[in-house]
């Protein structure tokens, strides 16, 4: 894939084994992607055997990684291990900042059959180059892969050569590796085979190609302002095994991009100022007197209380004016109007109690308006009269008389 005279730079990491099992040096450049894998073979010396033959690769394995001395890592430098069953990978681009400082990382493997630890050093010495940082840097978002799977050397190399057929650079180098999820990514479903997506970032020496410059036009700009994908006439190269959004890549020259510099204060030790010895309070305390506390809290409360009672009862008690002088201040007209008016409520309840004491007048007898016999009531005396109506009709009257009526000719008819 790499024709004559075209360098394509992968990652190529120097091991070297201390002499002392539980150290590895290795010799990473400043501003080139670092990719160093934590193989659980290599720690499975430093636990017990499986009980059974040949199912040692079974344990299950953790690890822990962390600047010594410190609880994280350095903040260039990134972990992950998806299941315990599966290699853990230290990745990052180191900076020109961190050169020629050793860089210790502490390993600790768990195996979660024996609950056993160990514990491994990883010493990383950051080296300078003159070619790094190359000039021109593209970064690519990857949507059909996870980090861990751009991170292997096989898929990274088939990656960085598709790149340069688009590019044509003499020099090409991967820069950095960033998961979708450390850029504020979600995760994705767990179905369709689902990834996350990766951010790859990688630099060379010459202009971008006008394949990577179809991006910027205002037509591709459009479709993607469109959420639509852009035309790409070199996306067929990537298709086969990388899905790229397009929409989502980053063409930067360094050379013409202005540093910004802050001025930031001068950092201190870290040291307070002496401010002298400290004086707790003395062990003696003065007595305080709570009299007046208890005035404001409790005395205070009940007078008022007191003196509302006073008030309310004065009103209620001895500011009465009595039946008497009620009645005495009240017309005469008006007594007896309201004795007539109790007097009749009184005899109407006894009636209503009572009513055999007197018949109501619709129950007494009756004349009749032609003869002028007199009829005589419906009841006899020991009659029901609670559901008798007031009102009887003379079809209903027991001795009821006919009236005569009168013929169309003029005569009487009985």
């Keep these: 894939m790499v024709s004559a005279g075209v360098f394509v730079g992968l990652i190529v990491v120097v091991t070297i084994l201390s002499k002392s099992h539980a150290d590895r040096n290795v010799y990473p450049s400043a501003g080139v992607l670092f990719v160093h894998v934590l193989e659980r073979e290599y720690f499975k010396g430093e636990f017990p055997p499986y009980p059974k033959a040949g199912d040692s690769s079974n344990d299950p394995i953790t690890f822990n990684t962390n600047l010594k001395g410190y609880p994280d890592r350095p903040g260039w430098l990134r972990y992950i291990q998806r299941t315990p069953h599966s290699d853990g990978v230290l990745y990052?681009?180191?900076?020109?900042?961190?050169?020629?400082?050793?860089?210790?990382?502490?390993?600790?493997?768990?195996?979660?059959?024996?609950?056993?630890?160990?514990?491994?050093?990883?010493?990383?010495?950051?080296?300078?180059?003159?070619?790094?940082?190359?000039?021109?840097?593209?970064?690519?978002?990857?949507?059909?892969?996870?980090?861990?799977?751009?991170?292997?050397?096989?898929?990274?190399?088939?990656?960085?050569?598709?790149?340069?057929?688009?590019?044509?650079?003499?020099r090409l180098n991967a820069i950095n590796i960033t998961s979708a999820l450390d850029r504020g990514g979600r995760v994705p479903l767990p179905i369709n085979d689902l990834k996350e997506g990766v951010y790859v970032m990688v630099g060379a020496d010459?202009?971008?190609?006008?394949?990577?410059?179809?991006?910027?036009?205002?037509?591709?700009?459009?479709?993607?302002?469109?959420?639509?994908?852009?035309?790409?006439?070199?996306?067929?190269?990537?298709?086969?095994?990388?899905?790229?959004?397009?929409?989502?890549?980053?063409?930067?020259?360094?050379?013409?991009?202005?540093?910004v510099h802050s001025n930031r204060p001068d950092p201190g030790t870290g040291v307070l100022p002496d401010i002298g010895e400290y004086n707790p309070p003395s062990e003696s305390l003065k007595s305080r007197d709570y009299f007046t506390d208890f005035l404001i809290t409790l005395a205070v409360p009940s007078a008022v209380a007191l003196v509302l009672f006073i008030i309310l009862a004065y009103s209620m008690c001895c500011r009465r004016e009595g039946v008497e002088k009620r009645n005495m201040q009240t017309p005469d007209i008006q007594l007896v109007h309201h004795s007539s008016i109790q007097k009749s409520t009184k005899e109407l309840r006894s009636m209503?109690?009572?009513?055999?004491?007197?018949?109501?007048?619709?129950?007494?007898?009756?004349?009749?308006?032609?003869?002028?016999?007199?009829?005589?009531?419906?009841?006899?005396?020991?009659?029901?009269?609670?559901?008798?109506?007031?009102?009887?009709?003379?079809?209903?009257?027991?001795?009821?008389?006919?009236?005569?009526?009168?013929?169309?000719?003029?005569?009487?008819?009985?």
């Design 206 to 259: 010459v202009q971008f190609s006008s394949c990577l410059r179809e991006v910027e036009t205002p037509q591709n700009q459009l479709r993607c302002s469109q959420e639509m994908e852009p035309v790409i006439s070199c996306d067929k190269k990537f298709r086969a095994q990388f899905h790229i959004d397009w929409c989502k890549i980053s063409l930067v020259d360094i050379t013409k991009v202005v540093a």
């Design 92 to 170: 990052g681009s180191p900076t020109a900042e961190h050169v020629g400082k050793p860089t210790i990382i502490e390993i600790t493997a768990y195996n979660k059959r024996t609950f056993e630890t160990a514990r491994h050093n990883l010493v990383i010495n950051i080296m300078s180059t003159e070619e790094f940082p190359l000039p021109y840097q593209a970064e690519f978002f990857i949507k059909n892969m996870n980090v861990e799977e751009m991170l292997a050397s096989e898929v990274l190399g088939d990656f960085l050569g598709a790149v340069k057929n688009v590019w044509q650079p003499e």
């Design 352 to 414: 209503s109690k009572n009513r055999e004491i007197a018949w109501p007048l619709s129950t007494l007898p009756v004349f009749h308006p032609v003869s002028g016999e007199v009829v005589p009531p419906l009841h006899p005396d020991n009659y029901e009269t609670t559901s008798m109506p007031l009102m009887q009709t003379q079809t209903n009257l027991q001795n009821q008389i006919q009236i005569p009526q009168q013929q169309s000719s003029g005569k009487w008819y009985s």
